[in-house]
DNA sequence: ATGAAAGCGCTAACAT
DNA sequence: ATGTTAGCGCTTTCAT
């Protein structure tokens, strides 16, 4: 069987149609510069008669505009950042920008390879999680003349447009809360950490606020490979093997504390009087679990609104900090 | 502050610099024709030193072939389509494919909308989910010369090509499995069918087995709203209140189902002995709750694997069947 | 208010 | 093996 490539129609044959200029059509069709409401009509009439679409690849190469945003994330999977996306995304369809992606799987060199790839499009702007990046990937994108974007981190310093909270702080406010429940034998399992530099820092506050408290971190599971519910499991699991008289766990996010969450429960672990447990990123599922999940709520579909409307306006250089709050849950 | 709009180099450029002709420029950096080893590394060399970036956007223009792949799906949330956009996206960047999203929050008439303005960008491929688009979609995607894909559906007419595998008999298993465990008393738990189609042609299988086998649905909950793990507790219990002596519940899907699982914790309600749970789609997340669950696993990654590598090879018209597998958890 | 014509940066014949 | 030359389908001056 054979595919149809009937040429499409373009707006030459439009202008013929309509018994008009091209200039002209293309002056109705996008609303600008001046033309008879008769013109329009007899345009919008041919338009409509041929199934006329106009051909965005040619306009963006004649206007040098374009309005593709590509988006260079670490993975899809995670509610993160297809939150971001949807966030991101409502924004820019209504201003009539198109969102194009890429997924890294959390590696940088891959990163530097999309990134490269993505710029071929010439878009209006780069979409990035982070500030770490290689010096390839920097050096192109500052290279490229489009707005550049690093989301869901302010810790550390802007390319151009940041749009997030800071991890780190994220961490510190973590160990607070549990110190003031007077958890002192605290523990934290995680996942990869150099992959995910964002959980990296949030570690690193994490530990730094315990110290200077008095109750250092007592023990630490940090599995090699990406967060996951089970990995979550089996990694408290592994902990509490080694460590059995922890009093409360911190976990790298969400999705690793709702494995630590059902190891107590297949276990009869109860929470949080045996163990308190301490997540990251507020999802929806911790509010429904019977005991709500004691963790910290990131602003992700509003980092990519935001980022979006930065993008969409050509807004100066900055780095907006949305923060973060604090869920008093029933885990800890 | 002001942003550097330097222009960006261009192929001619670089052909100046190499000293050589802009077609020779050319099939060096597409590896097309012919060319020495000399010219290729000159050329090389100016590419490097000017840090040249080719323009898709003028390659496709000139070529006609666009090598971009539209995808217009319900949701990202939905780890569902997370998961088909992961198995395309890498297949297609190994074959120099971009990707393009746009999400419909499973409004026919935003797809309407989407499907048009992804049209004119001229895509290769137009990636739909399931078989039920307004007219005005089928005219528009008809017309162009793109491939059609429609994802994860196969009850139905394609318009080009489908692969997925069939919701319908998915409902009929799961009924049948219910069945053959003798559960008797059965009852359902859903979201918007309207919307979600997929989710309506399983539970009509399902119902239809169920009435066959002797033992017709019971009661059912529908919420309006999207498919949630909240929504799936909430429906649950609502259910019960009214149908209090079912036997088994099944689920629109996985999330909802695990809704249903933390009411069943929550209210001291045990599984699968005081009520047995079935579920749809087979997420991680359910291998790993105390007990894992009874679901029907589907193949949503190499759905978006192979629908890629149709487009790729530019495949004649066809339905891809890719099945699916029950799991025999512990819940039902 | 409208049309003519010159590109945008590339690819693809067609020469040589 | 390499250069020359038309376009691809638009947008955008610049005339009129």
Chains 1, 2 share one sequence.
């Not at 030459?12 to 002056?27: D, K």
Request: hydrophobic share 40%; net charge negative; proline share 3%.
């Amino acid at each position: 069987m054979d595919f149809k490539y009937e040429t499409a129609v373009t707006l030459a044959q439009v202008a013929e149609a309509a018994g008009v200029g091209e200039s002209t059509v293309s002056r109705v069709l996008r609303n600008h510069g001046s033309f008879s409401g008769k013109t329009r009509d007899r345009v919008m009439a041919a338009v409509e008669r041929l199934g006329y679409v106009p051909n965005r690849i040619a306009g963006t190469l004649a206007s040098a505009g374009s309005r593709l945003v590509a988006f260079v994330v670490p993975s899809l999977s995670n509610i993160v950042f297809a939150d971001v996306l949807r966030g991101a995304s409502s924004t820019l369809e209504q201003n009539q920008h198109q969102a194009v992606f890429a997924v890294t799987d959390y590696d940088p060199a891959r990163e530097e390879a999309l990134v490269a790839s993505m710029l071929a499009w010439r878009p209006a702007a780069v979409m990035l999680a982070g500030y770490e990046h290689t010096q390839g990937t920097v050096r192109m994108l500052r290279a490229a003349s489009c707005r550049i974007v690093e989301l869901l981190d302010i810790d550390g310093v802007a390319l151009d447009l940041a749009v997030g909270f800071s991890n780190h702080d994220a961490g510190c406010r973590s160990a607070h809360y549990l110190l003031q429940r007077h958890y002192g034998r605290i523990g934290y399992v995680g996942h990869d950490l150099e992959r995910d530099t964002r959980a990296g820092k949030r570690y690193a506050g994490f530990c730094e606020t315990l110290s200077a408290g008095g109750s250092p971190l007592v023990d630490r599971e940090i599995h090699a490979g990406a967060s996951s519910v089970e990995n979550g499991r089996l990694g408290l699991e592994r902990l509490l093997t080694r460590s059995p008289d922890l009093d409360a766990v911190y976990f790298s996010n969400d999705d690793m504390a709702l494995g630590g969450y059902f190891h107590c429960l297949a276990r009869g672990i109860s929470i949080p009087s045996q163990l308190a447990i301490f997540g990251y990123n507020g999802l929806d599922i911790g509010r429904v679990t019977p005991q709500p999940f004691s963790t910290i709520r990131t602003p992700r579909v509003a980092t990519g609104q935001v980022a979006a409307q930065l993008v969409v306006e050509n807004a100066p250089a900055q780095v907006v900090d949305l923060g973060f709050e604090l869920i008093e849950g029933a885990t800890a």
